[in-house]
């Protein structure tokens, strides 16, 4: 089955960098499109960064353009979400998510803190 698993969370000062990864497994992951999204408490979760299943077109919410990057290997079966300039406002849990027709599968989320 589907299994999506997260790592590289933790605790930063603003303007500091964390690298979040996803290993993915239980299907073709060359396929799919790959995404990260986040939910702050108290808000709705929301789309971070999505690529393609080449990997050739990402995506990037205005909040984060410019700041994360957004990568995948195709042999490792792992997708990786690169933030620099850390704000407080990115404080979240960020997730991996891919989608087969309908169906959203999900990670289990890493925790991103970031405060002084």
């Known amino acids: 089955q589907v299994q999506l698993v997260e790592s590289g969370g933790g605790l930063v000062q603003p303007g500091g960098s964390l690298r979040l990864s996803c290993a993915a497994s239980?299907?073709?992951?060359?396929?799919?499109?790959m995404r990260w999204y986040r939910q702050a408490p108290g808000k709705e979760r929301e789309l971070v960064a999505e690529?393609?299943?080449?990997?050739?077109?990402?995506n990037y919410a205005a909040s984060v353009k410019g700041r994360f990057t957004i990568s995948r290997d195709n042999a490792k079966n792992t997708v990786t979400l690169q933030m620099n300039s850390l704000k407080p406002e990115d404080t979240a849990v960020y997730y991996c998510?891919?989608?087969?027709?309908?169906?959203?599968?999900w990670g289990q989320g890493t925790q991103v803190t970031v405060s002084s």
């Open positions: 998510n891919m989608r087969i027709y309908w169906t959203d599968y």
């Open positions: 239980g299907f073709t992951f060359s396929n799919y499109a």
């Open positions: 690529i393609s299943s080449a990997g050739i077109s990402t």
